[in-house]
């Protein structure tokens, strides 16, 4: 797989992939700053090319045209695998992103077919089947990202697809009104059925109840499990990368306790963490938890395949004493490690300080 970075990336491309995650996730954009620069930048185009594909599906409102936009999406994705990308500055950022950190075709396509069963309005009979959504349209992400960071072993792969899950099970508690109101329900058919809540007759009349708080609790249990599984694989990522992806973690997470406080009311109240409360978290990023799951744990059955399409790619290695451009980014970002770690964690933690007194 090639490491040269692609010629069409134009002036200007990085500062609208910028404003696309601004304007797109304020909990992703918070995270993010935490990133180094040579991390934050791809970061931002991943993401950017992610939210460009969400919305040409989530916008179109007829079947057809959702159909049609999927197939679109399949034709980018090969078109920025060529070398040849669509002209749009997400697409070229997205092109380089693939080739410099050799990230596997099988991700994005991926993604794309969970936004594919988005425009198909499918339900999800069980747990199982909810995860294999997440698995697409969140795994991928946190793999892709994990690929960024210049990680490719699998523990801290699958350990980066349980958080994407986390995430969207978190999302799908915060959100489920908002989908309600749109025609869509992910809430497993199982639990609805065991808490005695007929699908149709909730979409038809979208409404909070005892018996829906119960099932959007167990969803949050379920969110909870995935954290706790997916904290270990942060330590496998480069210390100065650390904060930012514990600090997304655990922002997520507080979502979700939101989520709780309004009695998993996510029907006729939204759930949100304050500018404070996100960059109090932000600042205690730099402090691992003390309790979490074990790094070596087998991935989820339903995001396997995920990992297993990365360490299926040969990736050029060096000849010994030649070193290349990918070892010597990781002896740099090595060294820069090393000085800026306790750096960080004293800005953190004053920043934290700073705002918990104001």
């Known amino acids: 797989m090639p ?6 990336l134009r002036p200007g491309d990085h500062a609208a992939c910028r404003s696309a995650i601004r304007a797109g996730s304020k909990s992703f954009h918070a995270a993010g700053l935490l990133l180094p620069r040579a991390v934050r930048e791809p970061a931002h185009g991943l993401y950017a090319f992610c939210r460009l594909a969400d919305d040409l599906v989530d916008e179109t409102h007829d079947a057809a045209g959702r159909v049609a936009a999927v197939a679109r999406l399949r034709e980018r994705i090969r078109r920025a695998y060529d070398g040849h990308p669509v002209d749009a500055a997400a697409d070229r950022a997205f092109a380089e992103i693939v080739t410099v950190h050799a990230i596997p075709e099988t991700l994005p396509l991926a993604l794309v077919e969970g936004l594919e069963w988005d425009a198909q309005g499918r339900f999800y009979r069980d747990v199982g089947e909810l995860q294999a959504y997440a698995a697409r349209v969140a795994g991928t992400v946190g793999a892709m990202m994990t690929l960024v960071m210049g990680v490719r072993e699998p523990e ?25 109101r749109m025609g869509r329900l992910y809430l497993p058919l199982e639990w609805l059925a065991e808490a005695g809540i007929d699908p149709d007759a909730f979409l038809a009349d979208p409404q909070p109840s005892p018996a829906l708080a119960g099932v959007v609790a167990r969803l949050l249990e379920e969110a909870d499990r995935l954290y706790w599984r997916a904290e270990a694989g942060i330590a496998a990522l480069p210390a100065r990368c650390r904060p ?22 996510s029907v006729t109240r939204r759930a949100r963490v304050g500018g404070g409360a996100k960059l109090a978290l932000a600042g205690l990023s730099a402090f691992p938890s003390y309790t979490f799951g074990r790094l070596g744990a087998p991935p989820l059955p339903e995001t396997a395949f995920l990992v297993a399409a990365v360490t299926a790619l040969p990736v050029a290695r060096p000849e010994r004493g030649l ?26 933690a004053r920043a934290a300080q700073s705002e918990i007194a104001g």
């Open 244 to 265: 930012a992806i514990r600090a997304a973690s655990r922002i997520y997470a507080a979502i979700g306790r939101e989520v709780a406080r309004n009695g998993y009311d």
């Open 156 to 180: 801290a792969l699958a350990r980066a697809c349980d958080l994407g899950a986390a995430m969207q099970f978190t999302n799908i508690a915060r959100d489920v009104g908002e989908d309600a």
């Open 323 to 348: 070193p290349s451009w990918w070892d010597l980014r990781g002896r740099v970002l090595h060294v820069l490690d090393l000085i800026e770690r306790l750096r960080e964690r004293e800005s953190f």
């Open 3 to 8: 490491v040269s970075r692609p010629e069409n």
